[in-house]
């Protein structure tokens, strides 16, 4: 297995705001099929070239991007994804600007899974055996604090274990996973 990257806990808030931002968001989402450039960007995103450029360097500028030296052509700039391990501060050691970003950040990603599932659904007919990939499953544990955090870190090394790159990525599709766990009330 190829070294996983350090888990990264991200405790300034303007960090936070950057990746909560809408067309960031959207340039990440982009980036998980593969390197992108400032015009291939905006002609995906319907945005200027200027404007992709600007966020792809400032996504850079933070170590969430990089460029791609043996795509580059020129002037044109190629940017990859930085594999990661973003973590935020536990709850009780995050400030109110803290909480606010990243209950911010959570929302948009609940609406983006919605929206993400939701196309999932109306594509499926046309996947073939992929359409079988929609797992699901709801669980209910009672287990101390110490033991949720072993859980969420036995969750990771499995999710990194599974996403390391293999030699033959032909019948390889990118696959969503998303871990919410949180105390019932």
Do not use: C
Request: net charge negative; proline share 5%; no cysteine.
């Amino acid at each position: 297995m190829a070294d996983q990257p350090v888990p990264r806990t991200i405790t300034d808030v303007a960090v936070l705001r950057l990746l909560a931002h809408p067309l960031r968001r959207r340039i990440e989402e982009q980036l998980r099929s593969g390197p992108v450039n400032a015009t291939s960007l905006a002609q995906a995103l319907g945005e200027s070239t200027g404007l992709t450029s600007y966020h792809l360097r400032q996504l850079a500028k933070h170590g969430f991007i990089e460029e791609v030296p043996e795509l580059a052509s020129g002037k044109e700039r190629w940017w990859r994804t930085v594999p990661g391990d973003r973590r935020y501060p536990a709850y009780t050691e995050q400030t109110d600007d803290m909480r606010a970003a990243t209950a911010d950040m959570t929302r948009h990603n609940l609406a983006e899974l919605v929206e993400l599932y939701e196309t999932f659904e109306r594509e499926a007919p046309g996947l073939g055996a992929w359409a079988d990939a929609f797992l699901f499953s709801r669980a209910t544990l009672r287990i101390d604090l110490e033991q949720l955090r072993e859980f969420f870190e036995e969750y990771i090394r499995l999710v990194q274990r599974y996403g390391a790159p293999t030699d033959s990525d032909d019948d390889r599709k990118t696959v969503l996973l998303r871990l919410f766990a949180f105390p019932e009330i």
